[in-house]
C-alpha cells in the first residue's frame, strides 16, 4: 500500500520562505511522478510542480521563479522550497504521486494522495 505523509507548513510573512516535505512508502519510489498539488478555500485543486523519475520538472505559471520541487530517492522524500511567498500562496500542499508514463500536472493522472500540510502567508 502506497503511503504520502507530508510535513513542513506553516505559517509565515509575505516573503518568507517554507519547505515542504513528503516521505514516501511502499512502492518502488524512484519509478514514480511525483507532484505537489494545492487547494485554497473555496477553490478548486491546481497543479504547483512535478518531478519525472528522470528528473525533469515542471511548475504551473503563478510559482515559476519562486519554488522548486525536488526527490532524494535514497530518503524516498519529496520537497518544495517555497520563496518569496505571497498571501496567494496560502492553501493546504498536497504531496502525489503515480505511475503514469506521462507525468503532467493534471489532477485526474495521480492515484496516490497524501493528507495535506497547510501553509498560511500573511501579509
Known amino acids: 500500500q502506497v503511503q504520502l505523509v507530508e510535513s513542513g507548513g506553516g505559517s509565515v510573512q509575505a516573503g518568507g520562505s517554507l519547505r515542504l516535505s513528503c516521505v514516501a512508502s511502499?512502492?518502488?519510489?524512484?519509478?514514480?511522478?511525483l507532484g505537489w498539488f494545492r487547494q485554497a478555500p473555496g477553490k478548486e485543486r491546481e497543479g504547483v510542480a512535478r518531478i519525472a523519475s528522470a528528473g525533469s520538472t515542471s511548475y504551473a505559471d503563478s510559482v515559476k521563479g519562486r519554488f522548486t520541487i525536488s526527490r532524494d530517492n535514497s530518503k524516498n522524500t519529496l520537497y518544495l522550497h517555497m520563496n518569496s511567498l505571497k498571501p496567494d500562496d496560502t492553501a493546504m500542499y498536497y504531496c502525489?504521486?503515480?505511475?503514469?508514463?506521462?507525468?503532467?500536472?493534471?489532477?485526474?493522472?495521480?492515484?496516490?494522495w497524501g493528507q495535506g500540510t497547510q501553509v498560511t502567508v500573511s501579509s
Open positions: 502525489t504521486a503515480t505511475y503514469s508514463g506521462r507525468c503532467v500536472l493534471v489532477e485526474a493522472d495521480f492515484d496516490y
Open positions: 511502499g512502492y518502488p519510489y524512484s519509478t514514480y511522478c
